[in-house]
């Protein structure tokens, strides 16, 4: 079992109280209480952050106070606050964000991790984080720990953006994102290590679908450990899961993908 090392990163023990709230725990359930969701429920109490993702306050710089840990999300949240009326604000933190730096969400600020431009100010190359999809609607891309997005190209109203998977889409240069990598990038190199943590995080156990019977799972069933018994994987409700692609056809974004992910 490993862990990441919050000792010399974190700077708080207790969050904001004024910027927080209790969410109900619905254990994947819908309002009938069927489980709508599978593997859900359990896990310690948690309180969220309340984080802006849009940062519309602009020209006013505003100063790193803490580096906190959130429970409801792998990176690091930054609590600021703004030099002119010294309100206070989460926002996703960057890495290597230090405590008294200063931030400012600006058409012209400077270059430099934390800062928040429109697309078509920021030069080809760039590392961004909390990447707008369209223009005001607040950050939706590469908000969790260590992944960052880098800018390909701006030209013709629209920026060219290579995601994580290497994807790369278009969106409007209208669009506002933050610069560098988001905070934690350690985070895929934790372990879990034992089931008990996965129950502390809220997460129940899979059973293989050849461990239940018939009338449970299509791989259900026989005497003993059988192969699947179908020619294509399929979820226990017999939909093709392997090979398959389930992205639809249709949908609005699918002209702004530049190059699917391989």
Not at 85 to 107: C, M, Q, R, T, W
Not at 208 to 227: C, F, I, L, T
Request: proline share 6%; with cysteine; charged share 25%.
């Amino acid at each position: 079992m490993t862990s990441v090392s919050y000792r010399g990163v974190l700077t708080a023990s207790k969050p904001y109280k004024k910027l927080t709230m209790r969410l109900k725990d619905h254990a994947g359930r819908n309002s009938d209480g069927r489980i709508t969701v599978r593997h859900q429920g359990g896990g310690n109490k948690r309180i969220y952050r309340i984080v802006d993702f849009k940062q519309q306050k602009l020209d006013v710089p505003a100063t790193v106070l803490t580096i906190e840990y959130d429970p409801y999300r792998s990176c690091f949240i930054s609590l600021i606050e703004f030099t002119d009326n010294k309100k206070k604000a989460y926002i996703i933190a960057p890495h290597n964000l230090k405590v008294g730096d200063s931030v400012v969400a600006s058409e012209q600020a400077p270059l430099k991790p934390g800062n928040r431009l429109k697309l078509k100010n920021i030069p080809v190359g760039y590392q961004i984080h909390n990447a707008e999809i369209l223009p005001g609607s607040g950050g939706k891309l590469a908000r969790s720990a260590g992944v960052s997005l880098e800018v390909l190209a701006n030209a013709d109203g629209h920026t060219d953006l290579k995601m994580p998977s290497g994807e790369v889409r278009r969106v409007p240069w209208e669009c506002w994102a933050s610069l560098g990598q988001a905070s934690n990038p350690d985070y895929n190199l934790v372990n879990i290590g034992k089931a008990g943590r996965s129950r502390w995080l809220g997460i129940r156990p899979t059973v293989r679908g050849k461990a239940m019977n018939p009338v449970d799972h299509p791989y259900g069933g026989g005497e003993g450990s059988q192969p699947r018994g179908t020619r294509k994987p399929k979820t226990m409700w017999g939909k093709v899961t392997g090979g398959h692609k389930t992205r639809n056809k249709k949908k609005w974004s699918t002209k702004f993908i530049v190059k699917r992910r391989k």
